[in-house]
């Protein structure tokens, strides 16, 4: 395949590894020193290969000269933006503040539990100093943990369509919405497009719940995506596990589903018809099939609490997700949650600082929800302990009309500029949008 890099210089999603080690199903890559274990299922690979990783699966292989190029380009850039990260992600020095919060940030310091009450405490802050320097300190334990670098996953909206009628979501079933469905081919074709132009190594294909996506249209779309060379994650819903079964032999390797909230009465009333333990059941099947899981929750539903969020962050975590997915309720028109106050940016920033003080190694998205709520609010969700992003690649007309919620900053920007401008913030705080396989 030819380099995306050459005509779209600036957007590589994942740096080429050297396999330097092989041991059954897994293989050891470097990057410029740096050692890595990814699984290989699929590939016959040979020590002295260069390869693509995410999410820790290998997911292609790169011929040697185009490798060395790409890694022309990065290896001057590879440890520049380490040093941007490592000064912004720096400790703040002594400050002024409130003698109980200051003996908590004192043992996030030290890198102790925090017990319920602390966890409380923390998201109840509200003084901006104090918020600001518990942004920081998750920040630093991200920048320590995982170090510079940011999943840039490609999301493809392929159908609105949805059997469900979720109370807070704009495309339920009620809703009388002007509706579509994207053809396999046009699924694929847009796969295409983010692969070889825009050089995206790991996609989300998403949907409603769309039964008119049979298995088998699923496994011949998921087949012929994997054979580009990508990291294919499902966010379809519930379907049977033999199915998903299915979909992982056609070369899907992760899954985005979230748990949406782990209170059972706040689940029951705004999911009718829809089962708590049998989406539990279900993410805990998909993990022992193999999948990567991204799964997570609401925030601001009617009646959470503090609590809830914190016992959502901990189910997260139980469920051994692999990345953690969760973002501000949005109210959407015509929903019976469209009159619903809007989360609090600062709650949610607050609820990835605690997610990356009780999970030090979590990868946690920013999502476009989190987006609405403020035009810096990507940046903000980064440097308060985040360390993904997804990117919309469906085609406007497709894309304007997954309106689960309004307001979406992609609705109307061209892809090429929305990707240009996340690279640039990336670049401008010294993260690389990349996934090192980590
Ligand atoms: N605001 C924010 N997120 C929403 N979702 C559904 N409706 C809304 C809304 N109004 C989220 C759900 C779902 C994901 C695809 O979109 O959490 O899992
Ligand atoms: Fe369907 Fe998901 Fe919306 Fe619920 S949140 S109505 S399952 S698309």
């Not at 990356?356 to 980064?382: P, Q, S, Y």
């Amino acid at each position: 395949m030819i380099a995306n890099y050459y005509n779209f210089s600036i957007m590589c999603y994942a740096i080429p590894g050297k396999i330097v080690e092989i041991n059954s199903r897994f293989a050891v890559v470097d990057y410029f020193g740096e050692k890595r274990n990814v699984l290989n299922d699929e590939q016959p690979i040979k020590i002295g290969d260069y390869v693509y990783a995410q999410g820790g699966i290998l997911v292609d292989k790169v011929e040697t000269k185009e490798a060395i190029k790409i890694l022309e380009f990065w290896k001057r850039q590879f440890f520049e933006l380490k040093k941007i990260d490592r000064n912004l992600s720096q400790k703040a020095g002594k400050q002024k503040i409130e003698q109980n919060t200051l003996s908590l940030f004192q043992k996030i310091n030290r890198s102790q539990e925090l017990s319920n009450q602390e966890a409380l405490t923390l998201l109840s802050l509200s003084n901006r100093k104090e918020l600001e320097l518990l942004y920081k300190m998750a920040n630093n334990i991200r920048q320590k943990n995982n170090d510079n670098a940011c999943c840039v996953h490609g999301i493809i909206e392929f159908s609105n369509c949805c059997a469900n009628n979720c109370f807070y979501c704009g495309i339920r079933k009620n809703l009388k919405i002007s509706r579509f469905r994207m053809s396999p081919e046009e699924i694929i074709n847009t796969a295409q497009i983010a692969v070889e132009k825009y050089g995206f190594k790991a996609l989300v294909l998403q949907s409603g719940e769309d039964p008119y996506y049979t298995e088998k249209i699923l496994e011949l779309i998921i087949k012929k995506i994997r054979a580009m060379g990508v990291l294919i994650f499902l966010s379809i819903g519930v379907r049977d596990a033999s199915e998903y079964e299915s979909f992982y032999k056609a070369g899907a390797r992760a899954i985005l589903l979230r748990f949406e909230t782990s209170n059972k009465k706040i689940f029951k009333r705004l999911r009718p018809n829809t089962s708590f333990e049998k989406r539990i059941k279900l993410i805990k099947k998909l993990k022992k099939i193999g999948y990567l899981i991204a799964t997570g929750f609401l925030i601001g539903l009617p009646d959470e609490t503090n609590q809830d969020i914190i016992n959502n962050i901990i189910l997260t975590k139980k469920l051994e997700a692999d990345m953690y997915s969760f973002g501000p309720l949005i109210p959407a028109g015509g929903t019976p949650l469209g009159r619903q106050k809007t989360a609090d940016i600062d709650l949610v920033l607050k609820t990835i600082a605690l997610t990356r003080i009780i999970d030090h190694e979590a990868k946690i998205l920013v999502t476009t929800a989190l987006e609405t709520l403020g035009t810096n609010a990507k940046k903000r969700g980064l440097l308060a302990g985040a360390n993904s992003l997804m990117l919309n690649v469906t085609p406007s007309i497709f894309r304007k009309k997954y309106a689960i919620y309004p307001g979406r900053p992609d609705r109307n920007k061209g892809i090429e500029k929305n990707i240009k401008s996340t690279v640039n913030l990336l670049y401008s705080i010294g993260r690389a949008p990349t996934d090192l396989g980590i």
